[in-house]
């Protein structure tokens, strides 16, 4: 049974549960469209085009200075996913037709961390089997029934309008992490 399925924009509404769960996150992975972007991908001949989030970018950021390791997987290899990720410098971009659990538990392996400490990010039936093994499952709002019927959490925000920057938030906040993160930014 999930822990919980709304939050205010601040956060302040979660569940103790949920907090404490949060608390030990110590990787975010996360599914690319539909979570990252929109799920909108413009193919022409010889290019593709997708919409990424800047705030979404900033909080990815902002949980890696706070120790948080970020990791990307998708089924659909994507050079513009690539260069994104190489952008923001994510710790791990898998992109490949292969089980993501399979992705996921590779990961895990090479950090030495358990899904245990693992919140996942998802939008639809590829990333379910993901969910069920993480620490934290959350759902972006424009997810499909069966994702959100896994969750911990569904976000306020949708998949590529801000969605990874409110999980960042929840993840810091539970932390007790985001005071300091932000304060190269707020303090200056």
């Not at 103790?16 to 769960?21: H, S």
């Not at 022409?44 to 997708?50: H, I, R, W």
């Not at 902002?62 to 970020?70: N, R, S």
Request: include cysteine; hydrophobic fraction near 40%; glycine fraction near 10%.
């Amino acid at each position: 049974m999930p822990v919980t399925k709304k939050t205010n924009q601040s956060g302040s509404r979660i569940s103790p549960a949920l907090r404490k769960k949060l608390a030990g996150v110590k990787l975010l992975l996360c599914d690319v469209d539909g979570v990252l972007t929109d799920a909108t991908v413009f193919v022409s001949e010889g290019s593709e085009t997708k919409q990424f989030h800047i705030q979404d970018g900033l909080g990815q950021i902002l949980l890696q200075k706070g120790g948080i390791k970020v990791g990307w997987i998708s089924n659909r290899p994507s050079p513009v996913t690539e260069k994104r990720g190489r952008e923001l410098k994510v710790d791990f971009l898998f992109q490949g037709k292969t089980s993501k659990v399979a992705a996921a538990e590779q990961i895990l392996e090479q950090v030495g961390l358990t899904f245990a400490q693992v919140c996942y990010a998802g939008d639809d039936i590829v990333d379910v089997g993901v969910m069920k093994r993480a620490g934290v499952a959350i759902a972006v709002i424009n997810a499909v029934a069966e994702a959100k019927e896994v969750a911990d959490y569904v976000t306020e925000k949708h998949g590529g309008k801000g969605a990874i920057r409110e999980i960042a938030e929840l993840i810091l906040k539970a932390q007790n992490k985001w005071t300091s993160v932000i304060s190269d930014y707020v303090d200056k």
